[in-house]
């Protein structure tokens, strides 16, 4: 029993002083990568290039997932308002919930299954063609100068995206709640307008995407810089993308929802 007892606290201990190496590992990454930024000033074209992989690439998936998440919103919404004899403020409901909640988050879920893993495979690949070791030997920091540009991309690509799934989204609901069902225009319009504030609501989804952005594009970056230079390694270091990446989302709302709108 003693034996016992002391094996799984060895495991224990073991996986904990893992998952610390590892955390002071991307910690360290992390701030490198935020020094070596402000050489990006004198090269904009490298993060202007990034935009449009990740940003570009991925707009068609976020503006069908928005419209089709506007159309749910739309009708789930008039179904459960109807009962109050408030369909009115259809449009109050569906702008609110993709302002604040579905606009950032769907879109940091869906960034991450589809620019994430691609971040992550390019990075993974790029090592285990022993590129970025070619760059260390010509004296060229790989984190400068291949990693810094995808992040800042993916960190100013990430609310633009949100901001067209919400307002795709918005669209969608407005198409479903009064070009089907007939609730009243002006209501729809006139509700949203009165009832969202662009700086409670909109500016804090905003703010929400951003902080997504950060986490999703770094996790997507060190996971393909840290992984072993094997297509098995690759592989799973994608599939730890998507893993950690769609748990960090969903944690850092929770976080961040308590402390705005508490």
Known sequence: ????????????GALVRIMLINLGAATRTFVTLLAGSGALLR???????QIHFIGNYSLVIIAVSGLFVGFVLGLQGYYTLNKYGSEQA????????LTRELGPVVTALLFAGRAGTSLTAEIGLMKAGEQLAA????????LHRILAPRFWAGVIAMPVLAAIFSAVGIFGGYIVGVGLIGVDEGAFWSQMQGGVDVWSDVAN???KSCVFGVAVTFIALYQGYCAAPTPEGVARATTRTVVIGSLVVLWCDFLLTALMFS
């Open 1 to 12: 029993m003693m034996q016992t007892l002391t094996n799984a606290l060895a495991k224990l």
């Open 90 to 97: 259809l449009g109050l409901l569906v702008a609110l919930s």
């Open 205 to 207: 989804g905003v703010l």
């Open 135 to 142: 760059m260390e030997m010509m004296a060229v920091d790989p």
């Open 43 to 49: 090269r904009p074209r490298l993060v202007t290039d």
